[in-house]
């Protein structure tokens, strides 16, 4: 997983040593296992939130583990055009490419750690697929699509697309060296990730070598969610056993921990619930049925947009 990796990460700045007498761990409140399906064009995933009530989970809707795939020539697939409406998708590229692009004019290409950040608001349309070359080539995919929601009042802002360079995020490590911490949005340990959002949440990226233990400060106020992407290890204040495609709901309190048996890669996130209704069918993400509704309507209608007549050209 290459992602951001440094050469040596004793140079990074450190995570604060927690006091296990004084700091309140967080407990594991649900622990779930995601089913794999297929997504768009036919491309493999784990659905990370699978099982796991909305209010646990609220500001976050949905996220899908894609890959990892090792596609031989020819199997690279995508999404075709397709609508959003309420809510952002936020991808984040570990291994391959994928471009994108929508009809607000948003557009580039992921690759090693980048992210595209969508904010659909009052709709759009979007494709997301592996460059020609890619196809062509085959080759290593593996990412991962967050849907954050958003709240009533900016559910029909302007769309905005976020083009964040892997390189941008906040790098940390913990005590020990023992860990990496890609700090993608919000806050960890007064270091901030280069994504802009409507919502206060917090979105990393950690790997842990064998061994090492992480104890995450983790705002008090916002929900924790810990997801595997692999390895094994042990989390939460009661050291329960998770490895690769299970997700851990943690409870109130002031910090997650997690151990590492083997090399442990974890997609950790959490937020600020918004605590309204959601009304969720498909590619929709609004407060009542009314406006899914409309959405529907709107896009039938081609009130979100028409598909453009060229593709965007792959860039570095």
Known sequence: MPAITVDDVLVLPRLPRLDPATTEFRAVRRLTTAPTGYEGEGFPVRRAFAGVPVPELDPFIHLDQMGEVDYAPGEPK???WHPHRGFETVTYMIDGIMDHQDTHGGGGSITDGDTQWMTAGSGLLHIEAPPEHLVTSGGLFHGLQLWVN???VAKMIAPKYQDIRGRAAALLTTPD?????RVIAGEVAGHA???TTHTPITITHITLQPGARLDLPW????NALVY?????GTVGAERRPIQQGQLAVHGPGEAIR?????TLDL???GGQPIREPVAHYGPFVMNTRAELMQAFEDFQKGRLGVIPAGRLPHTD
């Open 219 to 222: 705002n008090s106020a916002f």
């Open 258 to 262: 997690v151990d590492a048996t083997d």
């Open 177 to 181: 060296g023992g860990g990496l911490i």
């Open 193 to 195: 990730g280069p994504g």
């Open 228 to 232: 595997t992407l692999s390895g094994r």
């Open 150 to 152: 958003l709240p009533r």
């Open 78 to 80: 995508g999404t075709p």
């Open 267 to 269: 997609f950790v996130m």
